[in-house]
């Protein structure tokens, strides 16, 4: 150790200033900047920030029920025979709308009132209405009404397999609706 010091003991770093050939390569400093757009741009700088909200409007979409669109369903598939899925939701508003009608439309299927066709996998899915061909509970085509009373005088189907009228209407809470 004895031997570094002594051989390099009396070594220091360069610190040179700037080399005279570059210092005048740089331009000179122009101050376009009124002292009172600086306090202004200042000000402006320094001010604090709002915080940052984050809002949830989104979160609170309207509830769809699904036995009133499978009552639309109903009335489209009596009027046409057979729809494609995709006629079916044409005119849904929302994503919402659209799980609705196809739930709508598998509830109709689980009881026994459409037929469901689709050619490939991932292809267009067509409905039929295999149901009563004057429309539920007689009404000649007319889509079944809420809170109305099946052929034999009970309170639920109205007419339309596997859809239950009692309680779902919007804010109901017995799995028949959703987006609430």
Not at 8 to 24: E, I, L, M, N, T
Not at 170 to 177: I, K, L, T, V
Request: net charge neutral; aromatic share 4%; charged share 20%.
């Amino acid at each position: 150790m004895e031997q570094r010091i002594l051989a390099h003991g009396r070594c220091h770093p360069r610190r040179p200033g700037a080399d005279p050939r570059f210092g005048s390569l740089l331009p000179e400093l122009v101050l376009a900047v009124t002292p009172e757009q600086f306090a202004a741009i200042a000000a402006g700088a320094l001010t604090p920030r709002p915080a940052p909200q984050v809002t949830v409007e989104h979160l609170h979409t309207p509830a769809v029920s699904v036995a009133e669109q499978a009552r639309l369903v109903t009335g489209v598939l009596l009027r046409r025979k057979a729809a494609s899925f995709r006629a079916l939701v044409a005119d849904a508003d929302s994503t919402l709308v659209v799980v609705a009608r196809f739930l709508a439309v598998l509830e109709l299927f689980r009881a026994g009132s459409v037929a469901l066709d689709q050619a490939e996998a991932l292809g267009e899915l067509t409905v039929r209405w295999t149901g009563p061909q004057e429309g539920p509970a007689g009404r000649g085509g007319q889509p079944p009404q809420p809170g109305a009373q099946d052929a034999a005088g009970e309170p639920g189907t109205d007419g339309a397999p596997g859809l239950a009228a009692a309680g779902s209407g919007p804010g109901s809470r017995n799995g028949q609706e959703y987006g609430s």
